[in-house]
Antibody
Framework: QITLKESGPTLVKPTQTLTLTCTFSGFSLSTSGVGVGWIRQPPGKALEWLAL???????RYSSSLKSRLTITKDTSKNQVVLTMTNVDPVDTAAYYC?????????????WGQGTLVTVSS | SYVVTQPPSVSVAPGKTARITCGGNNIGSKSVHWYQQKPGQAPVVVIY???DRPSGIPERFSGSNSGNTATLTISRVEAGDEADYYC??????????FGGGTKLTVL
């Protein structure tokens, strides 16, 4: 059974750094073709892709947020961490992690439940 | 950067066919994936690589992609199909892109 679960703070102050952890089970991030990505969704708005890390440690970032994002993996712990610097209230959103299948033209076949992060002073 | 466009809403009566579009320049040359999201839940993939259907997704869900439009078709619509639907594509200039979403209302 494949599961993913996001964890991290629910409230962050503006200008602070947000660190989110995705803990997964049922698959290995060392398997060829597998990746784990992050997607967010502001309340009432559309999905927005943020970043993805592949099994071979290749990393991809949203061009609009690239300067603020870092994605890393710990294969031994089955975790992927996303760091976002200098957060702003517009970063308030549900943050999802999801497993990807394929390369470049991949899709997300398993998703976590999401975690709501509010940015406010 | 590449842009994909979805209609904000689509309404359909039960038992009828719903068609949700995802428009983009020459999108027919790209792979399109579709997700269903119900309120308070994470998205679920219903169609991947234009027309493939994951196990567990009813055959009523199908997809096509040609020219400047990809289409998610839901046949014999049921009340339980009411949800937001998002398309996803990859483009070399923007990497992953999600459409703005379409709210499907079952009348």
């Amino acid at each position: 059974q494949i599961t993913l679960k996001e964890s991290g703070p629910t409230l962050v102050k503006p200008t602070q750094t947000l660190t989110l952890t995705c803990t997964f089970s049922g698959f290995s991030l060392s398997t060829s073709g597998v990746g784990v990505g992050w997607i967010r969704q502001p309340p009432g708005k559309a999905l927005e892709w943020l970043a993805l890390i592949y099994w071979d440690d290749d990393k991809r970032y949203s061009s609009s947020l690239k300067s603020r994002l870092t994605i890393t993996k710990d294969t031994s712990k089955n975790q992927v961490v996303l760091t976002m610097t200098n957060v702003d209230p517009v970063d308030t959103a549900a943050y999802y992690c999801a497993r990807s299948r394929g390369t470049q033209t991949y899709y997300f076949d398993y998703w976590g439940q999401g975690t709501l992060v509010t940015v406010s002073s | 950067s590449y842009v994909v466009t979805q209609p904000p809403s689509v309404s359909v009566a039960p038992g009828k066919t719903a068609r949700i579009t995802c428009g983009g320049n020459n999108i027919g040359s790209k792979s399109v994936h579709w997700y269903q999201q119900k309120p308070g839940q994470a998205p679920v993939v219903v169609i991947y690589y234009d027309s493939d259907r994951p196990s567990g997704i009813p055959e009523r869900f199908s997809g096509s992609n040609s020219g400047n439009t990809a289409t998610l078709t839901i046949s014999r619509v049921e009340a339980g199909d009411e949800a937001d639907y998002y398309c996803q594509v990859w483009d070399s200039s923007s990497d992953q892109i999600f459409g703005g979403g379409t709210k499907l209302t079952v009348l």
